[in-house]
């Protein structure tokens, strides 16, 4: 029948095309980041590339604040949200019984399916002065409470990839250690979790990743300030991140100028931290997922 | 019984460690837990007395602070319709080719290195691209179409991630036995594989769909606008959208009635989070039914 | 007997190095009960599996030799292996139930050749479960889930599904590990009835079963055909020391 072979070979096709869609996408992507961010290296001045002032009006066209307060909140976000994160993840795995799990699985789904501006819209109306009164200081826009709401963000990927990664420690793992006298409590902490511990710094990596990426949530409580963060002091004052930089600053732009170019090349960074942190985190998976194949075989 | 030169720690002492251990984890996971239960809970107390029939259909009045939202709901539908319409059938396909077809080899690698890149990309990047391709270079100008496309992009790789685990779930006994009756691969697929895999593609659509409908950063220059005297008319026509039209409302309009600001979010929660129900519906009724 | 099936001096190997079969030559008569006999991981599934082709499905990577089949080789690359796997059926270990209903189930291998009509269908189905001796149990049943039947019930209808295609050869490899003793004992009755019209090979699960079902048997060590020979005497005056040895029991 050679009709159904012709079709059978035109959607083998079309399958095969969809697939490698993925290589082109990323590779379009790329191409046209670098296409409309190379004017840059030549229209700025390269002083003010590597200066310490984002005042694109006056052409300071320095990335370093931005970067710093990305680095800033993702940071404070990391540290709040790790422990949380963790906590949770071996409670879930480890210590919940069965009814609790069911409550807390479907919640910890539902911080992660929330949108981003919900929470800034929250983070704004709510939690900044809340900040400003507690703490006391002039405004409750700051790195901190951008950190806060990032890590909101950050903990569902942290908390389901590390659960996975504790759940798929062999059973036996356990039973040995507490065949040899441990506690539950002596198995986690000596055994469960650093077998675990490849999945966990890949969850964390990834949830953080996700952290640096977030716009709409830092662009409503951080105060966009583009300060380049010096101390501590820093993650109590606002300050501005890469990507609030471009969400806020793309719509008043004049196509073609300097800051045009600029933004693309912020959003060129971003692009190529993703790409390193995602890579990093995947290999460590691919890896892990291999010794683990041949430790159960 | 121990031995003369070691020294145990009682076992009182190790029960009240882990004792205190448990405790602190439970605290930690509850205080994890707890703000998402009040998030929901506020926007819902708070943005209830906004609801209304009128709120719901009409159209915005007196520069978005009085009437209602309909323009910003219409067009979130239609911004997550356009964005299922490409997404998926291009998601799915290149699932199919990753758990069916592709053989072990450099390429299929470069096209799974190519997809956790996909996955990983800030969403604010996403609307730079599609600034740059979409509005600008094809001149699709900011519409729904730009917006649309830009939106399917994203949400490609959860939908073919998740696709893909679907395929895979499948035994792989079934499709040993159609080839032995003399099936051809794409026969096995189209008539085993996928329709099993069916009910985990569809969860895994819809909770990439619910992803898509609450983003603002890709749809900022390439779909949304705030103030639209009218409804888009055709896909060239940018259109309002709930996440941007919260965006403005909270941080960029004067003396905006905090009453709206939380029932326009409620709004928004409502639409996430009945997707979010849908899946899971959809998961636990395909997981009972399951023969395999 | 006339040869049904020429194996000429076949080899296959696999991607990681392991031979699986090495020079392995015999014929497969026509109309009677081929047994293929030995230790596990010997090659006789492998064997099998060569006669329609779903090595294919594995990583072999080199096969050499031939497999006539009414005059076409079946080693050959360009060899349609739709059409062979319409004309050689199998039936497996396990009893694999596709996800669909009984008549599903029946009607599946047909489907996929493109044949149509409500009446040819339902017919082909009910010759192909009288022949397995399944009809009367689920006459009424057809359109109800096969996963529904019982563990016999399923093996026969695996065999009904292989069946409807009308096949000139049915492979079998361990059609009853999985099956109680009376359950086995029917399929083997089946098999003893449908040996009269097909050409069958089958891979026994126990040395009994070889003995009891086998009109020639070939005993695989290793991935070599030690010794093939009438099944009434093979198993009581065997001609190869290993196969003796294999026989009384020795090794398993």
Not at chain 1, 108 to 137: N, Q
Not at chain 2, 13 to 27: E, N
Not at chain 3, 15 to 21: A, C, F, I, P
Request: aromatic share 8%.
């Amino acid at each position: 029948m050679p009709a159904a072979n012709w079709r059978e070979f035109l959607i083998t096709q079309l399958v095969r095309a969809s697939g490698y869609s993925a290589i082109l996408i990323v590779a379009l992507i790329f191409f046209f980041l670098v296409r409309e961010s190379s004017p840059a290296l030549s229209q700025a001045d390269p002083a003010s590339l590597f200066g310490a002032r984002w005042y694109p009006i006056e052409g300071h066209f320095s990335l370093w604040p931005l970067l710093g307060g990305s680095l800033v909140v993702t940071l404070g976000a990391a540290l709040i949200a790790l422990p949380f994160g963790l906590a949770t993840a071996v409670y879930i795995a480890e210590v919940a019984p069965r009814w609790a799990r069911e409550i807390l699985k479907p919640l910890v789904e539902i911080l992660g399916g929330l949108p981003s501006v919900l929470l800034g819209f929250l983070g704004f109306l709510v939690l900044a002065p809340l900040v400003r009164t507690t703490l006391a200081i002039p405004t409750g826009l700051t790195a901190f409470t951008g950190a806060l709401l990032l890590a909101g963000i950050s903990i569902p990927t942290i908390v389901s990839i590390s659960e996975d990664a504790l759940d798929a420690v062999p059973r036996t793992y356990r039973e040995a250690a507490l065949a040899l006298g441990a506690t539950p409590w002596q198995t986690i902490w000596r055994v469960t979790v650093p077998a675990a511990r490849s999945g966990i710094v890949t969850a964390v990596m990834l949830g953080l990743g996700r952290a640096v990426g977030e716009t709409m949530t830092v662009m409503m409580v951080t105060g966009n300030a583009p300060v380049l963060p010096t101390g501590p002091a820093a993650l109590f004052s606002p300050v501005r991140t890469m990507t609030a930089t471009i969400a806020a600053e793309m719509g008043e732009v004049a196509r073609g100028s300097t800051h045009y170019h600029v933004l693309f090349l912020i959003g060129l960074v971003l692009f190529l931290l993703s790409l390193v942190v995602n890579l990093i985190a995947s290999s460590a998976v691919l890896r892990a997922r291999r010794r683990a194949e041949r430790l159960l075989s | 019984m121990t031995a003369p030169n070691a020294s145990p720690t009682p076992a009182r002492h190790r029960r009240r460690v882990q004792r205190l251990g448990y405790a602190f984890l439970t605290l930690a996971a509850v205080a994890t837990v707890a703000p998402i239960v009040l998030v929901v809970a506020h926007i819902v107390v708070q943005g209830a007395p906004a609801i209304s029939l009128a709120f719901l259909t009409e159209m915005p009045r007196a520069g978005m602070r009085q009437g209602g939202v309909l323009p910003a709901i219409l067009g979130t539908f239609w911004l997550t319709l356009g964005t299922g319409a490409l997404a998926v059938p291009l998601g799915i396909g290149a699932a199919t080719y990753l758990a069916e077809y592709a053989p072990e080899s450099r390429w299929t690698r470069a096209i799974r290195v190519a997809l956790i890149n996909l996955a990983g990309i800030p969403s604010v990047v996403y609307g730079l691209f599609g600034l740059g391709l979409f509005v600008l270079f094809l001149q699709f100008g900011t519409s729904l179409l730009a917006g649309s496309l830009t939106l399917s992009l994203m949400t490609l790789p959860v939908i073919i991630s998740t696709a893909e685990e679907a395929l895979r779930a499948v035994p792989n006994s079934f499709r040993v036995v159609s080839i032995s009756l003399g099936g051809t691969r794409w026969q096995t697929v189209r008539r085993i594989v996928l329709p099993q895999a069916l009910p985990g593609i569809l969860t895994g659509v819809i909770l990439g769909l619910e992803r898509a409908a609450g983003e603002t950063a890709p749809i900022l220059f390439t779909a949304a606008s705030f103030f639209l005297p009218r409804l888009p008319q055709s896909v060239f026509d940018p259109t309002m959208a709930l996440p941007y039209h919260l965006f403005v409302i909270s941080t960029q309009v004067p003396e905006m009635p905090v009453r709206l600001q939380y029932g326009t979010a409620l709004v928004l929660l409502a639409f996430v989070l009945g997707m979010n129900l849908l899946a899971t519906l959809i998961r636990s009724r395909a997981r009972a039914r399951r023969t395999w | 007997m006339p040869a049904k099936i020429v194996i000429e001096d076949l080899s296959v190997a696999y991607s990681d190095g392991t031979e699986s079969l090495r020079g392995v030559s015999l014929s497969i008569a026509d109309r009677a009960i081929t047994v293929l006999f030995g230790p596990a991981g010997g090659g006789k599934s492998t064997l099998l599996r060569a006669l329609n082709r779903l090595n294919d499905l594995a990583d072999v990577v080199t096969v050499s030799g031939h497999v006539w089949l009414d005059g076409a080789d079946l080693v050959d690359p360009r060899l349609d292996v739709v059409a062979l796997r319409r004309k050689v059926g199998m039936v497996f270990a396990q009893p694999v139930v596709l996800p669909l209903s009984i008549r599903g189930n029946l009607t599946y291998g047909l489907e996929l050749a493109g044949v149509r009509g409500r009446s040819r269908l339902e017919d082909a189905a009910e010759r192909a479960l009288r022949a397995a001796a399944l009809w009367d149990e689920v006459r009424d049943r057809l359109d109800e889930p096969a996963a529904a039947l019982s563990g016999g019930q399923q093996q026969r209808l695996c065999l009904a599904r292989v069946l409807a295609l009308e096949p000139q050869v049915i492979l079998l490899d361990e059609p009853t590990s999985g099956l109680d003793p009376i359950s086995t004992g029917s399929v083997e009755a089946t098999l003893q009835e449908l040996k009269k019209r097909y050409t069958i090979v089958l891979v026994p699960h126990s040395l009994q079963q070889a003995a009891r079902m086998a009109d020639y048997a070939g005993f695989v060590l290793a991935g070599q055909l030690i010794e093939f020979a009438p099944g009434r005497q093979i198993f009581t005056h065997p001609r190869d020391k290993r196969t003796e040895d294999y026989v009384e029991g020795r090794y398993g």
